[in-house]
């Protein structure tokens, strides 16, 4: 696993993981473009579709084992941990 390319959040979600294999984590993956047609293939097997060449960032639910897998692709920038927003209170 390339840790450089993790936000601190998932590189810290990573270590509460029971089950390596199970997608439970929704992440962002930011890569460059344009994407060759190996790299489309990799992202279409970690579940995101409708991919095009000139996107360059994705969101996926995936498992540790595939988060490492993709951290150390020469095309992925990085990955971020998705967090839930939260509406703000207008008293």
């Not at 601190?8 to 994407?35: C, G, K, Q, R, Y």
């Not at 097997?45 to 595939?66: E, M, P, R």
């Amino acid at each position: 696993m390339n840790y450089q390319k993790l936000d601190a959040s998932l590189a810290m979600a990573l270590n509460d993981v029971l089950e390596p294999e199970t997608p439970n984590l929704v992440v962002f993956i930011h890569t460059h473009s344009p994407l060759d047609p190996d790299a489309i293939a990799m992202l279409e097997n970690a579940g995101i579709s409708n991919i095009t060449s000139n996107q360059n960032v994705f969101t996926a639910t995936l498992s540790c084992n595939a988060i490492s897998q993709l951290s150390e692709q020469s095309w992925v920038k990085y990955l971020k941990l998705s967090h839930k927003l939260r509406l703000a209170n207008r008293a």
